[in-house]
């Protein structure tokens, strides 16, 4: 069983940055595949960022490639995503979640909500004009 707790969401100005965490307790952090997630009013979850259980490994959704970035320091039980260049459009809750390994080996774009087992209880991002 793992538990997770996101922070440091809140309101930005367009083009800003913000460095999401997600805290993790309970057994063998370092076992598990990680995903940030995100949903908009009126929208799905979806996937932004994955990464396998060592760290090497990651993944990004098209719409965040080369403006967030996923790492995760595992002697802390901790992921993080790091955002750059906010924009409106990425005003949202923000969630993290831990599944199987071998989600940190799969093509983002190929993971849902439902691959991953637990989940955090969201933060939110609101990006100002």
């Known amino acids: 069983q793992v538990q997770l707790v996101e922070s440091g969401g809140g309101l930005v100005q367009d083009g800003g940055s913000l460095r999401l965490s997600c805290a993790a307790s309970?057994?063998?952090?370092?076992?598990?595949?990680m995903g940030w997630f995100r949903q908009a009013p009126g929208k799905e979850r979806d996937v932004l960022a994955t990464?396998?259980?060592?760290?090497?490994?990651?993944d990004y959704k098209d719409s965040v490639k080369g403006r967030f970035t996923v790492s995760r320091d595992n002697a802390k039980n901790t992921v993080y995503l790091q955002m750059n260049s906010l924009k409106v459009e990425d005003t949202a809750v923000y969630y993290c979640?831990?599944?199987?390994?071998?989600?940190?080996?799969?093509?983002?774009?190929?993971?849902?909500?439902?691959?991953?087992?637990?989940w955090g209880q969201g933060t939110q991002v609101t990006v100002s004009s």
């Open positions: 979640a831990a599944g199987g390994p071998n989600l940190g080996y799969i093509s983002a774009s190929r993971l849902s909500p439902d691959d991953y087992r637990y």
């Open positions: 990464i396998g259980p060592s760290g090497r490994s990651t």
């Open positions: 309970g057994r063998n952090f370092g076992y598990y595949a």
